[in-house]
């Protein structure tokens, strides 16, 4: 046997040691801390990108505000109301269809019309209107003095009365027929309560015209 050499199996090296990077629990720690650190970066992004979408979402609304013209609190101003049309009055000519009525006056001072033979008495006073009717149209037109109404200032309506136009003398409103160019001068009788004042009066060319009305005050 060789000088120096032991006898029986040579002796067994130690076991070689792991690099502690190559370690279970290190590269559990570096999984976890590269985990968080991808964490850190994607929620800074998030965060980042919120940011700026809020930015540019508050930008156009603060511009549009900014630009939008200032509110007018002002009270615009009231204009001045059209002048209320008014009636022709007495004396002044007014037209319905194919006759033009001028108006020269009221009377209601009456309670009685006829003579101490042939009359009739008045239920409250009788207003007459003395009216000239002339034919402005192209043929010969009827006028019945009936179709006229009378009205108060509280807007009640009179019709005329037909029975005390016939007592009354130069009535000329129950039936008359006027040819074109002439000129009929009437008085159109309405029996109305005592005390009534007359303001208005409406004056047809026929039962079926729209009428004109005439201001008596």
């Known amino acids: 046997m060789p000088h120096g050499q032991q006898y029986g199996a040579p002796a067994p090296q130690p076991p070689a040691k792991t690099p502690f990077y190559k370690k279970k629990w290190f590269i559990a ?9 991808f964490a ?3 929620n800074g992004g998030t965060a980042d990108t919120d ?9 156009p609304a603060a511009d549009a505000a900014a630009d939008a013209p200032p509110a007018d609190n002002a009270v615009a ?4 109301a059209a002048p209320a049309e008014t009636n022709p009055g007495i004396g002044v000519p007014a037209d319905d269809g194919d006759f033009s009525f001028v108006v020269s006056g009221v009377d209601c001072s009456l309670t009685r019309i006829g003579n ?10 009788f207003c007459v209107v003395d009216v000239a009717v002339t034919n402005i149209g192209d043929s010969a037109q009827s006028f019945f003095g009936d179709n006229a109404k009378l009205f108060n200032a509280q807007g009640q309506e009179f019709s005329a009365d037909t029975e005390a136009a016939i007592y009354l003398e130069d009535s000329a409103s ?3 027929e006027i040819n074109p160019g002439n000129t009929l001068n009437s008085k159109v009788v309405f029996d109305v309560p005592a005390g ?6 409406e004056l ?3 039962a079926f015209s729209g009428g004109v009305t005439v201001s008596l005050q």
């Not at 101003?77 to 001045?80: C, H, L, S, Y």
């Open 29 to 37: 720690l570096a999984v976890i801390v590269v985990l968080g650190m």
């Open 40 to 42: 850190n970066m994607t």
């Open 51 to 59: 940011s700026t979408a809020s930015g540019a979402s508050d930008t």
């Open 77 to 80: 101003p009231v204009e001045d």
């Open 116 to 125: 101490e033979y042939f009359g009739t008495e008045a239920q409250g006073q």
């Open 174 to 176: 129950i039936y008359e």
């Open 196 to 201: 009534t004042t007359p303001t208005t009066v």
């Open 204 to 206: 047809h060319d026929s």
